[in-house]
């Protein structure tokens, strides 16, 4: 099985940007805490960041029939990018939505999701956590 991680906007600067909501690890505590779950359930794991809406779009482009699953955190895109949900209905591989706070508490725009439009499942306000329950996902 071979799953492709996607961060958007402002995950790398995660252990920057508002501790008190995300706490003190940095975005290569994520990506390595990533690698070390799909490790350990026999996953090939991918990991790919970028702040711009463009590049997320051309890499699920690219990962059509390449990957077996897609799990993404697209950030603020999720809440504005109708390019990021029609590139992920285009490729149509599965995808696992998550997100280390839990958006339904936050501000009134962050409640609506994209993404969750297509997304198989989506998980919300776990951490890092987020991200083992979506590679487990792929396990079932």
Do not use: P, W
């Not at 996607?6 to 940095?26: C, D, F, P, Q, W």
């Not at 699953?69 to 603020?76: D, K, Q, R």
């Not at 490729?91 to 297509?118: G, M």
């Amino acid at each position: 099985m071979n799953i492709l991680v996607i961060n958007g906007v402002n995950l790398n600067m995660l252990g920057v940007r508002e501790k008190a909501l995300y706490g003190s690890k940095t975005y290569d505590d994520l990506v390595s805490y990533i690698f070390t779950e799909a490790k350990k359930l026999k996953i090939e794991a991918a990991c790919f960041q970028s702040n711009y809406e463009g590049e997320i779009v051309e890499t699920i482009q690219k990962a059509y029939k390449k990957y077996d699953g897609i799990i993404i955190n697209a950030g603020a895109h999720t809440h504005t990018s109708i390019a990021i949900l029609d590139a992920l209905k285009a490729v149509n591989i599965e995808t696992v939505e998550v997100h280390l706070t839990d958006i339904s508490a936050r501000e009134e725009f962050r409640k609506h999701s994209y993404i969750s439009l297509f997304a198989k499942k989506t998980i919300c306000g776990k951490g890092f956590e987020g991200y083992k329950e979506a590679l487990e996902h792929f396990k079932k």
